[in-house]
């Protein structure tokens, strides 16, 4: 069945970084568009970044842009963010999701970020 | 940015009962709307999407409508498995926003 595993949170102090991975089975990965949702403790949904098929087009939210990194690797069917200078509001559960038309049709059960120092 | 407004934050209702969840959107969206499920400790899950069409595997028990700025989510016998928070999507501008959410409590 359908399955998107993620991985590599953990806690990292201000100005760290990590990488998430997202281990998608189950499905063609490579004809879907992927994303990263984020949700910090107790709080609502963030769209973070998004990646189409083939990689060519990407986009970030405004929180994010310049500091993470949303890749894809096709052959291993895995989605990656890679995040840098983080911060303190950076804390959050990480979904990786699937992306039918824009919206997010099957998600991880997700990856806690935690930057504290 | 668009931004989106759930109400109420809050709404008490008891099993059987109708329950209706209002979005407001802060500039047309069209249909490009969604609606998510999530349970205590657990991922979101689609319900709906183009403001009216149920996701895969999702009951007829739920119905979304609306257009523009104004949408409706309708549950129209609650179960206690639909006590949960609901969260209203828009994806016709990046960046995608979420509304704050409609926590539906017995």
């Known amino acids: 069945q359908l399955q998107l595993v993620e991985s590599g949170g953990g806690l990292v102090r201000p100005g760290g970084s990590l990488r998430l991975s997202c281990a998608a089975s189950?499905?063609?990965?490579?004809?879907?568009?992927m994303s990263w949702i984020r949700q910090a403790p107790g709080k609502g949904l963030e769209w973070v970044s998004s990646?189409?098929?083939?990689?060519?087009?990407?986009q970030y939210a405004d929180s994010v842009k310049g500091r993470f990194s949303i890749s894809r690797d096709n052959t291993e069917n895995s989605l990656y963010l890679q995040m840098n200078s983080l911060r303190v509001e950076d804390t959050a559960l990480y979904y990786c999701?699937?992306?039918?038309?824009?919206?997010?049709?099957?998600w991880g059960q997700g990856t806690l970020v935690t930057v504290s120092s | 940015e668009i931004v989106l407004t759930q109400f109420p934050a809050t709404l008490s209702v008891s099993p059987g009962e109708r329950a209706t969840l209002s979005c407001r959107a802060s500039?047309?969206?069209?249909?490009?709307l969604a609606w998510y499920q999530q349970k205590p400790g657990q991922s979101p899950r689609l319900l709906i999407y183009?403001?009216?069409t149920r996701a895969t595997g999702i009951p007829a028990s739920f119905s979304g409508s609306g257009s523009g700025t104004d949408f409706t989510l309708t549950i129209s016998s609650l179960q206690s498995a639909d006590f949960a928070v609901y969260y209203c999507?828009?994806?016709?501008?990046?960046?995608?926003?979420f509304g704050q959410g409609t926590r539906l409590e017995i």
């Open positions: 999507q828009q994806y016709i501008n990046w960046p995608y926003t």
């Open positions: 999701t699937r992306d039918l038309i824009d919206v997010a049709d099957y």
């Open positions: 189950g499905f063609s990965f490579s004809d879907y568009y």
């Open positions: 500039q047309s969206v069209s249909t490009n």
């Open positions: 990646i189409s098929m083939s990689g060519g087009t990407i």
């Open positions: 183009a403001a009216s």
